[in-house]
């Protein structure tokens, strides 16, 4: 079988290194595109996607790895592999939903997903009137971020004003959430398939922010049946059979605090297990639809 792997701009190179290596122990062919050298071509109706005159839409499996910055053109990548015949365990709605904060948010909690409080201004007036409902301190959210870039925190109307002049600057909308104290952790779910993967990240010592980029650590934990079946759900409900859910834990209960698209692999706390995990579940998956298909 064949397998095709898509990198977007925030890619690192021991992530692609190890995806690739994993991918040859399971897929007959394997080829990398970074997806900046990707054409689009679309002559008598019929379109193609093109790398180095390679039609992408032959393959058999496709993991694409995208960020926000590569939002316009990897929603028509994904939407195209989406229509072939190729299995890719992620479609273009969905990128697009993990990549506005807030609406991942609006859309979870329609569906009974337990989310914290939130809220979406323009006006730095009508986020500070939403501040004081939410109360602080609040944490603020640039809606595509990654990684724990654009995500602040104000303990107070005083330092919560310089941080919506810069947004204004910028043009940034303003969304804030209810800060959920959480002993300086919170728990990943990192789904693959019907199998969830529970990680908790502990942030680094005067950081609340747990992600391992900012340096936090991370290791494997036992997940409570309500968080794995919560996180199956959003993974069902955005359409995404390989995500990450993050929620964090308070007073015995939980709230889902953003979804991730293109979840790190932590290779410095879990090597190439993430990896590994990976490639045997879309080889098992595409091996069970081409099987299928025979009949």
């Given at each position: 079988?064949?397998?095709?792997?898509?990198?977007?701009?925030?890619?690192?190179?021991?992530?692609?290194?190890?995806?690739?290596?994993?991918?040859?122990?399971?897929?007959?062919?394997?080829?990398?595109a970074?997806?900046?050298?990707?054409?689009?071509?679309c002559?008598?109706?019929?379109?193609?996607?093109?790398?180095?005159?390679?039609?992408?839409?032959?393959?058999?499996?496709?993991?694409?790895?995208?960020f926000?910055k590569?939002?316009?053109f990897g929603?028509?990548?994904?939407?195209?592999?989406?229509?072939?015949?190729?299995?890719?365990?992620?479609?273009?709605?969905?990128?697009?939903?993990?990549?506005?904060?807030?609406?991942?948010?609006?859309?979870?909690?329609?569906?009974?997903i337990?989310v914290?409080?939130?809220?979406?201004?323009?006006?730095?007036?009508?986020?500070?009137?939403?501040?004081?409902?939410?109360g602080?301190?609040?944490?603020?959210k640039?809606?595509?971020?990654?990684?724990?870039?654009?995500?602040?925190?104000?303990?107070?109307?005083?330092e919560?004003?310089?941080?919506?002049?810069?947004?204004?600057?910028?043009?940034?909308f303003?969304?804030?959430?209810?800060?959920?104290?959480?002993?300086?952790?919170?728990?990943?779910?990192?789904?693959?398939?019907?199998?969830?993967?529970?990680?908790?990240?502990i942030?680094?010592?005067g950081?609340?922010r747990?992600?391992?980029?900012?340096?936090?650590?991370?290791?494997?934990?036992?997940?409570?049946?309500?968080?794995?079946?919560?996180?199956?759900?959003?993974?069902?409900i955005?359409?995404l059979?390989?995500?990450?859910?993050?929620?964090?834990?308070?007073?015995?209960?939980?709230?889902?605090?953003?979804?991730?698209?293109?979840?790190?692999?932590?290779?410095?706390?879990?090597?190439?297990?993430?990896?590994?995990?990976?490639?045997?579940?879309l080889?098992?998956?595409?091996?069970?639809?081409?099987?299928k298909?025979?009949?």
């Amino acid at each position: 079988m064949k397998f095709l792997y898509i990198g977007g701009s925030h890619e690192k190179q021991i992530v692609k290194q190890m995806i690739l290596e994993e991918a040859h122990k399971f897929f007959d062919t394997v080829l990398y595109a970074p997806l900046g050298k990707i054409k689009i071509e679309c002559i008598e109706g019929k379109t193609k996607l093109l790398f180095k005159g390679t039609d992408l839409t032959s393959f058999d499996a496709c993991y694409a790895r995208f960020f926000s910055k590569d939002l316009m053109f990897g929603e028509i990548v994904l939407d195209i592999l989406n229509q072939s015949d190729v299995f890719v365990p992620l479609n273009s709605e969905g990128f697009q939903i993990t990549n506005h904060k807030y609406f991942t948010v609006k859309v979870l909690s329609r569906e009974n997903i337990p989310v914290p409080i939130s809220s979406l201004a323009v006006r730095p007036q009508t986020a500070i009137d939403m501040s004081h409902k939410i109360g602080y301190p609040i944490v603020i959210k640039l809606l595509s971020g990654f990684g724990g870039r654009g995500v602040m925190r104000a303990n107070s109307e005083t330092e919560f004003k310089p941080v919506l002049d810069t947004l204004k600057v910028f043009r940034e909308f303003i969304s804030t959430q209810e800060y959920i104290e959480s002993n300086n952790y919170d728990i990943r779910c990192f789904v693959m398939g019907e199998e969830v993967f529970g990680i908790k990240r502990i942030s680094p010592e005067g950081e609340w922010r747990t992600n391992v980029s900012n340096g936090g650590k991370a290791e494997f934990v036992e997940l409570s049946n309500a968080m794995k079946e919560d996180s199956l759900k959003v993974s069902t409900i955005l359409g995404l059979d390989v995500c990450a859910v993050d929620f964090i834990e308070s007073n015995g209960k939980y709230k889902l605090i953003e979804v991730n698209f293109a979840p790190g692999f932590m290779p410095e706390f879990f090597g190439s297990k993430l990896p590994h995990a990976l490639m045997k579940f879309l080889y098992k998956k595409t091996s069970e639809i081409k099987s299928k298909n025979r009949f």
